[in-house]
């Protein structure tokens, strides 16, 4: 089991930035995929960022490039979000993933099979 804890959502003006942690316990040296995924109300839920443990490849959903960063810190079993230049229509929960099994790669961040509370990003005009 693992269990992935979320950190370092809250409220900024547009332009601002964050960075969200998510913390993993557990059976952590078998994750194979880790990512964010977001949801705002009333709208389904997006992909954000993805990074493969083994080599560090990331990936970004094509409205993040260039303003968020994934990134982790295997010492520490955490995964990051930096976000800048942040927009209102960025203003969602976020939610961190992890999955175990190679085929992560292929499968959609929000169904990987563990995922944490969420934080909550804000983002004002």
């Known amino acids: 089991q693992v269990q992935l804890v979320e950190s370092g959502g809250g409220s900024v003006q547009a332009g601002g930035s964050l960075r969200l942690s998510c913390a993993a316990f557990g059976y952590t040296s078998s994750i194979y995929c880790m990512g964010w995924f977001r949801q705002a109300p009333g709208k389904k839920r997006e992909a954000v960022a993805r990074i493969y443990t083994d080599d560090g490849t990331t990936s970004y959903t094509d409205f993040v490039k260039g303003r968020f960063t994934i990134s982790q810190d295997n010492a520490k079993n955490t995964l990051y979000l930096q976000m800048n230049s942040l927009k209102p229509e960025d203003t969602a929960m976020y939610y961190c993933?992890?999955?175990?099994?190679?085929?992560?790669?292929?499968?959609?961040?929000?169904?990987?099979?563990?995922r944490g509370q969420g934080t909550q990003v804000t983002v004002s005009s």
């Open positions: 993933a992890a999955d175990f099994d190679t085929r992560c790669r292929r499968t959609p961040i929000p169904e990987f099979r563990y």
